[in-house]
Structures are given as C-alpha cells and as structure tokens.
C-alpha cells in the first residue's frame, strides 16, 4: 500500500473519531445542563414551599376545607382542615378570591398576580416566624375595615392593587388605619390605590406622593392627608375628594398630561391637570362645592398655547368678601355657586395666555358645564406694571355668572380694559325685560351683585350687559 492511501485513510480514521468525541461531548454538556435545569426547577419547588404550607385551590372562605391544598414536602394534596397556627406560608393562588371572615393570625401570605384577598374580619395578625413574614401582595387586596397588625412586613408590587376601607386611610407611623404593623412597609408607585370606606375617609399620610393610579370609591368622601402627583388616572367613581390645604396634580408633563375618570365622582379644592398636544381640546375638570357639581373644561385653538397647566381651586365664601381677589391675564374667576367660587390660573404656558368664556350652561342632568377657551391675551404687561391695551373690539371680556341656577342673588363678575357706564339687565323667554340696573364699570376688575327686588318666578332668563359699544349676553336660570 502506497504512503499516500494509507496517510489518507489514518486522516479518515482520525476525523470520523474526532467527530464521535465532539458528539459525544456535545451530548454529555446538553445532558448535564438539563440536569442542572431540572435539579434548579426542583430546588425552586422545594425552597418556595414547607411541609405543611396552604394554597388556594379555588375561590371560597378561609375556614372552608375546600377552598385549601397542603403540601407535604413533595405533593399537594386537598386540605382536612383550613390553615391553623404554625403554618409558614399560605398562597392565595391567580384566578382565585379568598373571603377571610375570621381573625386569624398567619405568618406569610402571598397574594399571586389574578389572586384576590377580602378581609371581612376585625382583624389580621401577621408574625414573623425566623425573621421573615408578612403579606406581599401582587394581585388585589380589599382590606375593608380590618387592623392589620403584629410585626410582618407589608409589601404591595408594581401591578397589585390595594383597596383601603378604614376611615383613617394608610398611617405613615402605623398608629391608625388599616396597616398597623411594626415590620417595613413598601408601597410601589406603580400599583393602583383604591379609597373604598363606607364613612367619610381620610388618606393618611403613608401612601407614596407619586402614584400611577388613584380611585375615589366612597359616596361619604375622602379628604386628602397630602398631596398627590397622580402620573395615569385619577378615578372619581363616586363620592367628593377634599384636597383641603394640599393639591392632586394629574400627569406628569405636557407630552403624559394623564387622565380624569369622572363617573359620580368631583373634587372639592385644588386639582391641577397638565395638557398638551393629547388633550388640549378638551381639559375636564370634575369639581365641587360639596354641593353642586360643575364640569369646568377647557380648550385652546391657538398652536403656540396648546400646552401648559391649569390649576382650578375651590374658595369657600361670598365674593363680597373677596374684592381683591386676583383677577389678571393668568389667574380668574371662572364659576361662582351659593357656596364659594372657582379661580382658575395657567401656569408653565405663555405669560400673554388669557382664559376667556365661551359658554355657560346647565345641563338635563342639573350639572353645570363651563367650557372656558385659551387664547390670545387682551393686555400684556410690562416691567412696570402697567397694562398695555392692544387693539379690540370688546373691553369687556372674561363674564362669569353664578350660581346657575341662581335662587335671590347673583354676582357677575368680568374684566373691563376701559372705564364706561354699562347696564346689567334679565329678559325672561318672551323677550320682556324684568331687571335693569346701571353700574359704572372701571378699568381691571368688576363685580355686580344682584340682589331680588321681586319675586322672579322659575324659568330661563338672559343676562345681557352692555354699555354704548357692545351686547353681552348669557343664558342663565332661576330655581325655585
């Protein structure tokens, strides 16, 4: 045999056992792998649950035996009795709701992403057993009145959502309402808060500043404990949120303006709303006296301010009081009510923006809606602060009215660029005029109050105010 054929059939030999070995190697590490994949799985199983941990099977009541499985260290396998005293962990499991109407005292409960817990008890004990234990929750927890307490953590992930029932709402301390525990508590922003008392409720000062998703849920009200920046939605369900001393500010800039779920739902203070190229036709403001609910939206068809913030506050008292009341190209009265009026003021927009009316009206369902339009300013002003009037037509600008409906008394309330005589004056709907009274008109800010001279029986009525230059007129409605 030649030196070639048998160079050539060693270098055969050499390549097809090279081509086992490489196989079988490849074969050995793929087999190993798995192995170590499926002894991590099962490490996984075993370090999650304990001999004598509980699960939910299905939705039902805590104390009912087929509502649970235990596991035994190797299976599950369905429950003789529901969780007792020395069970490490229970699972509230996806897709299932647990009724817990027992005060129980547990060490750890585990709320799955789909799983739902109802404390319909008094009260839950959570103790740590070697250090660790509480409640961590990733689904829905409605904690209605109960006291949570002992010295579990309690821990509420991005995606849950947390319904709050007590009166007194989250404490920081935990010295008052519903999570009263001595372990850490954490709260994400990014989870969704649900006030859903029965009586009125406060908020507590324990929640984060910065939340995703706020909801109003109590036909008694909820009055804020702090401020809350409010990046998604701000549900209004049902029932007054009172802002009191502090302010609800909805999204988080003029590109994510966020948004305003109103059902049967108002505010009742401050609530500032971004607005941008996705909403700036139609800024709704849900809003109340406690009272009479208004529905202040506001719009701009001028490109250069179709982005900013509006602040819309509610003041509590009579006009009369109030004279001096700002009133300039930034910040107006924009809605007056038996209880107290509205102001409104643009912030983080043009200085020259200007709020103007452009209807005002009561609708079917006895609600008032106020659209108000941004737009050019009528003045700017200077470094001196004297006003610079540009070219118009109209000095008379900016006319709020109200309450509408009004009962013995209204005010009216506007902006006037120059000083004249004008004649405020109510017409019924044949036309006939049944109030008239001069009023001098100054230059800035003017107020008139009417005052019934008679009895004026219920309908609709025009307001028209005018002087030798120019109508107003507004569609307006008396109540018995």
Not at 419 to 425: K, Y
Request: net charge neutral; aromatic share 8%; charged share 20%.
């Amino acid at each position: 045999m030649s030196k070639n054929k048998l160079r050539n059939r060693q270098t055969a030999y050499l390549s097809t056992r090279m081509r086992i070995v490489i196989g079988a190697s490849i074969f050995a590490a793929a087999s190993l792998l798995l192995i170590v994949v499926f002894n991590i799985s099962d490490v996984k199983e075993s370090r999650a649950f304990s001999s004598g941990d509980y699960r939910t099977t299905t939705s039902g009541d805590w104390s009912d035996n087929n509502t649970w499985e235990v596991y035994d260290g190797e299976n599950w396998s369905s429950a003789a009795m529901p969780p007792g005293p020395g069970v490490k962990t229970i699972v509230v499991t996806a897709g299932n709701e647990l009724a817990v109407t027992e005060e129980v005292s547990l060490s750890e409960l585990i709320i799955e992403e789909g799983g739902n817990v109802r404390l319909d008890a008094n009260s839950l004990r959570l103790m740590k057993t070697d250090a660790k234990g509480g409640i961590l929750c990733k689904g829905k927890l409605d904690m209605g009145t109960a006291i949570i307490e002992g010295d579990g953590d309690f821990i509420v992930e991005s995606g849950a959502t947390l319904y709050i029932g007590s009166d007194s709402g989250i404490d920081k301390k935990g010295a008052s309402g519903n999570i009263q525990l001595r372990g850490k508590r954490e709260f994400s922003k990014d989870a969704s808060y649900v006030f859903n008392g029965t009586i009125q409720q406060h908020s507590g000062n324990g929640l984060p500043t910065v939340l995703r998703y706020l909801a109003i849920q109590n036909t008694s009200g909820v009055e804020l404990d702090q401020s809350f920046f409010v990046m998604d939605t701000l549900a209004l369900r049902n029932g007054i949120l009172k802002t009191g001393r502090y302010v609800v500010t909805i999204g988080s800039s003029t590109t994510a303006p966020g948004y305003v779920e109103s059902v049967k739902g108002a505010v009742s203070g401050k609530l500032k709303r971004w607005y941008g190229p996705s909403n700036f036709k139609e800024v709704v403001f849900p809003v109340t006296d406690t009272k009479a609910v208004n529905i202040f939206s506001f719009t701009s068809d001028v490109p250069e301010f179709q982005k900013g913030m509006i602040e819309l506050n509610y003041h509590e008292g009579s006009l009369n009081n109030v004279s001096s009341n700002p009133f300039d190209a930034r910040q107006v009265v924009v809605g007056i009510t038996e209880q107290g009026y509205y102001t409104a003021l643009l912030s983080n927009g043009p200085e020259e923006a200007w709020l103007k009316i452009t209807s005002a009206v009561a609708g079917a369902d006895r609600l008032n809606k106020i659209s108000w339009k941004i737009s050019k300013s009528a003045r700017t002003k200077q470094n001196t602060d004297e006003s610079v009037k540009l070219a118009s037509n109209e000095n008379i600008q900016n006319i709020v009215f109200g309450p509408n409906p009004f009962k013995d008394t209204f005010f009216v309330r506007f902006h006037s660029d120059a000083s004249s005589l004008a004649f405020v004056q109510l017409m019924n709907a044949g036309g006939q005029l049944v109030y008239n009274e001069q009023m001098n008109v100054y230059e800035g800010s003017n107020q008139f109050q009417y005052k019934a001279k008679s009895a004026l029986p219920p309908g609709v009525y025009m307001l028209r105010i005018s002087n030798t230059s120019e109508i107003h007129t507004m569609k307006v409605i008396k109540e018995d």
